[in-house]
């Protein structure tokens, strides 16, 4: 089984609990307005590595990890995109005692039945799912990400039924992200939820930005400040709940 990586990070520490082994697959449907991996894109691209070539690289690290309370976490681009090689990986990581954690927008879930008997086979290999929620406004959605929202509340409420633990991460994007309405209907949506350990609000950065001029494509935040720490507060304040 062979899965289209982009990169390997090897000791993360803000991807999940602990030091994370962090595989970033290549492909994604979404193009966020302030994406940071926009070389993550194209599907079917980047390196090809079986999950035995994988595995064994993490297993250097595994006492690392183990002493951390760590794991893996796949994050991309967009893992789901490869679901076979995704449950595959993560069924051998849970063979050797390793947490496992996928980082998702949800950006290409849908209600196929042969998707969600896939999704339904992932599950049992995944301790925690942290979920991009990029904007709760469809229109809003449409405009910052290329793509809806609908179908990625609905991947929410899938995992919620499944009571899959969820860490909800939502990048604060000055002007875009960060108005107060907007904010309040996300946390009045996230409390439907059933299975949310966390919130994280993210702060934009600029940090990417040299990617998309590698790329030749035009940055469409340019200009675009980091929050200030007001606003980060206030969003923390909304959203995040102890």
Known sequence: MKGHIHSIETCGTVDGPGIRYIVFTQGCLLRCQYCHNADTWEIGKGKSMTVEEIIDDLQSYIPFIEASRGGITVSGGEPLLQLDFLIALLKKCKKIGV???????????????????????????????????????????QKLTGKPNEHILQFARYLSDKKKPVWIRHVLVPGITDEE??????????????????VEVLPYHQLGVYKWEQLGHKYPLKGVQPPAAETIAFANQILVKN
């Open 181 to 198: 309405e907007d904010l309040r209907h996300l946390r009045a949506f996230i409390d439907t939820l059933k299975n949310v350990e966390k």
């Open 99 to 141: 947490h496992t954690a996928i980082d998702t927008s949800g950006g290409c879930y849908t209600n196929e039945p042969v998707i969600q008997a896939k999704l339904d086979q992932l599950m049992e290999y995944t301790d925690l799912v942290l979920l991009d929620l990029k904007h709760i406004d469809p229109k809003r959605h």
